[in-house]
């Protein structure tokens, strides 16, 4: 499985950005697909997660209510909607999948992600 992030870019604080995370080499039916992000010498941190099984999603307390994480199974596509993006949001995103889709985390960041993307920045002036 390969995936592709883009989306990532440049933006005033109080914006928004969607960034894309398309898969290639098999379909994600059963998979949990996941954002993470890392900042500059930070810790790589969870953003939000989503079951393509049933569709659950899965959100960090830093990002609820602001980012939304969706789907397109048909283009094996997975969104992280972001709104009203703040400094600190700045970091590499990252998408990962992990196959095992039976398996329940009540932690998403503690799944076992197989496959990752080489990440897009995210970038928010104040």
């Known amino acids: 499985v390969q995936l592709v992030e883009s989306g990532g870019g440049l933006v005033q604080a109080g914006g928004s950005l969607r960034l894309s995370c398309a898969a290639s080499g098999s379909t994600l039916d059963d998979y949990y697909i996941a954002w993470f992000r890392q900042a500059p010498g930070k810790e790589r941190e969870g953003v939000s997660c989503i079951s393509l099984s049933d569709g659950m999603t899965y959100y960090a307390d830093s990002v609820k209510g602001r980012f939304t994480t969706s789907s397109d199974n048909a283009k094996n596509t997975v969104y992280l909607q972001m709104h009203n993006l703040k400094p600190e949001d700045t970091a590499v995103y990252y998408c990962?999948?992990?196959?095992?889709?039976?398996?329940?985390?009540?932690?998403?960041?503690?799944?076992?992600?197989?496959?990752w993307g080489q990440g897009t920045q995210v970038t928010v002036s104040s």
């Open positions: 990962a999948a992990d196959p095992r889709g039976w398996l329940y985390y009540s932690d998403f960041t503690t799944r076992f992600y197989d496959y």
